[in-house]
């Protein structure tokens, strides 16, 4: 199972990025993950961001996001996105997609994508 993150950029504060993240694997049942996004800043451990439930019913969010990032997937294409608003420099990270079957992703997930870098000037 691969999980390939892209989006990642420059950007200045206050603006959008939108993160993807594809999935690939040919035993891959993509549609039995719950998928999540978390990021990791120097220094600093890596932490959630946003998660959505293998049905797609359910959303979470850090608090530090809430109302500005927004997740969702395409069990058709296999993909995971992550649409950030209102960027604030405080969200320049490393931002990493992660995959768990089944129950709610964690910071120990079933998988790891291999990141992609978010840079927010101000």
């Known amino acids: 199972v691969q999980l390939q993150a892209s989006g990642g950029g420059l950007v200045q504060a206050g603006g959008s990025l939108r993160l993807s993240c594809a999935a690939s694997?040919?035993?891959?049942?993509?549609?039995?993950?719950?998928l999540g996004w978390f990021r990791q800043a120097p220094g600093k451990e890596r932490e959630f961001v946003a998660r959505i439930s293998w049905t797609g019913g359910s959303t979470d969010y850090a608090d530090s996001v809430k109302g500005r990032f927004t997740i969702s997937r395409d069990n058709a294409k296999k993909m995971v996105y992550l649409q950030m608003n209102s960027l604030r420099p405080e969200d320049t990270a490393v931002y990493y997609c992660?995959?768990?079957?089944?129950?709610?992703?964690?910071?120990?997930?079933?998988?790891w994508g291999q990141g992609t870098q978010v840079t927010v000037s101000s």
């Open positions: 694997g040919r035993t891959f049942s993509f549609s039995r993950y719950a």
């Open positions: 992660a995959a768990t079957y089944g129950g709610a992703v964690t910071i120990k997930p079933d998988y």
